[in-house]
């Protein structure tokens, strides 16, 4: 009996022993199981992603290693070799994570983002040295461009050439490795990379960089629609606290890779757009005095003249400004909408970029400035303008008071420019008449006189004429009377007559004594 209790007590034991073991292999492959790496997809997309030395790094990655650090993931690289292969793996779920993705409307249909604002990309076209005749984007109509497959910026290049009724021929191309090659080898006219990972090649392979930049992009973390939700909210947590943070992981990283910090959307404050529409209404006034003080003191005009300058100016101003405003945000509500998602309405008032508002307001304070000058440019044109009207007048009353007619003549139309009041007494007809009939004139010519006349005119048209000549004329009451008409000649640069100018003095009386009796 002592023994089978001995052997009883031993099965007991070893029976313990085994459930120990068995619970503790048990949790292990839990844990194991728990332990299930996140297969993070790894391509070119400097400095978002990238291998150096023949290793992945990058500014996306590193932080994504701290996270997981944090969080105790086990990262698994997955070398896919181009973007269009990280989302083909996303989509087939070979790929749990993607990195450095532009959140376009269509990938938002497949895959889940990040929120947090953290990194940005922009697109630029390089080109060879050689390449000067490329400066614009209507520069590349009918070029050769390359520019990596399903890219986001790619596709932004591909809309804005639509849009602008611009036609490259556009070959899509896997890796920047391919891109580089095409560009360099000319088999392309120029290559679409990202601003900093252009930089990087032309460094390389002598690439050049042209003026056509594309306006910046957000890039986030991504993975396939509905899955890893826990990821997507680990890093956006992350992100928030760390870029509020001082001297955080996420600031250290950003100046390893970017250098300055990047561009980011400015969002205004309620305070700040106060401030900036008080300094642009305080402008405006500062704008609107100074104009009239410069009004008044260069033409010497009267206070309502003055008022009425500024508000023409002001009225042009104003129009300017709204005019512009209402076009740059629907040029940019139609450019740049496919992501934001905004209504025009948004675009033009409540959620206007930082740059847009940045651009109008240089507008609005160029206007300002510039209507400062035109009122000056008024005053002082109305200054010589009334001096040459009193100079006119005072002409008008010699002329008037003389007891000769003075006119001035458009040749060789015959028309009448000027006609002083003499012409009443001495031919009878009012200045009104001879203004309403050119060559009238050539009416009063009494027949005698007609063929010596005729050769007269046309020897005054072809540029000659005598320092005067008499003759006689039949006035509207039918007198025949004697004048003597003293003519100058202006001619244009061609040397053509273009005016004649005449004092007509009545002599009959002259005429007469010399007769005699």
């Known amino acids: 009996m002592a023994r089978l209790g001995k052997v009883l007590q031993s099965y007991l034991v070893a029976l313990l022993l085994g459930s120990v073991v068995a619970l503790t292999s048990g949790s292990a492959l839990a844990d194991s199981a728990a332990a299930e790496p996140l297969r993070v997809g790894i391509y070119t997309n400097y400095p978002v992603v990238f291998e150096k030395a023949g290793l992945p790094t990058g500014f996306h990655l590193e932080l994504l290693k701290a996270v997981a650090k944090n969080e105790g993931w086990l990262l698994q690289y997955q070398f896919s070799g181009s973007l269009k292969n990280v989302l083909d793996g996303l989509r087939a779920g070979s790929i749990d994570l993607g990195l450095g993705l532009i959140p376009t409307a269509d990938r938002r249909e497949y895959l889940d983002f990040t929120s947090v604002k953290n990194a940005l990309v922009s697109g630029q076209l390089f080109v060879m040295p050689e390449r000067g005749d490329i400066r614009s ?13 399903q890219d986001g910026i790619g596709q932004n290049f591909v809309e804005i050439c639509a849009q602008l009724k611009i036609a490259p021929r556009v070959t899509a191309v896997n890796s920047y490795e391919e891109l580089v090659e095409a560009v360099a080898s000319r088999v392309v006219a120029g290559g679409l990379f990202t601003s900093l990972q252009g930089q990087q090649f032309a460094k390389l392979y002598q690439l050049h960089p042209t003026p056509i930049v594309l306006k910046a992009r957000e890039v986030q973390y991504a993975v396939a629609k509905g899955k890893h939700a826990a990821v997507i909210t680990a890093l956006d947590h992350y992100l928030h606290t760390w870029k509020a943070t001082d001297n955080s992981v996420y600031h250290a990283l950003e100046q390893e890779f970017y250098g ?3 561009n980011q959307p400015v969002e205004w404050s309620k305070r700040q757009i106060l401030g900036a529409v008080s300094l642009c209404l305080l402008l405006l006034a500062f704008g609107v005095v100074l104009g009239n003080f410069l009004a008044a003191d ?5 206070p309502r003249a003055g008022r009425g300058h500024i508000r023409q100016v002001l009225i042009f101003i104003v129009a300017i400004t709204i005019g512009f405003w209402v076009m740059d945000s629907l040029v940019a509500w139609l450019l740049f909408n496919a992501d934001l998602q905004l209504t025009l309405l948004q675009w033009t008032v409540t959620q206007v970029p930082a740059e847009n508002l940045y651009i109008r307001a240089m507008l609005f304070l160029v206007c300002c400035v510039f209507g400062i000058y035109i009122i000056r440019y008024i005053g002082r044109s109305e200054k010589v303008l009334n001096a040459l009207i009193m100079r006119l007048r005072g002409f008008e009353q010699l002329a008037d008071n003389a007891r000769d007619m003075v006119y001035r003549m458009a040749l060789p ?8 009041r003499a012409a009443t007494e001495i031919l009878g007809y009012s200045p009104a008449e001879f203004y309403g009939r050119p060559l009238l004139i050539k009416e009063l010519v009494h027949r005698d006189w007609h063929e010596r006349f005729s050769r007269q005119w046309q020897e005054l048209l072809s540029g000659n004429t005598p320092p ?3 003759f006689q004329v039949v006035t509207k009451g039918g007198e025949t009377r004697w004048i003597n008409q003293r003519t100058t000649l202006y001619f244009d640069k ?5 005016a004649v100018e005449g004092i007509i003095t009545d002599i009959t009386a002259q005429k007469l004594a010399a007769q005699g009796p």
Do not use: C, Q
């Not at 139309?413 to 002083?420: D, I, K, P």
């Open 468 to 470: 005067y000549f008499e």
């Open 137 to 149: 984007m209507n520069d590349l109509d009918g070029k050769d461009v390359a520019l990596i497959n």
């Open 260 to 262: 300055d910090p990047p």
């Open 413 to 420: 139309s015959g028309r009448y420019e000027f006609v002083s």
């Open 298 to 302: 260069a033409a010497n005009t009267s």
């Open 494 to 498: 061609s040397g053509t007559p273009v």
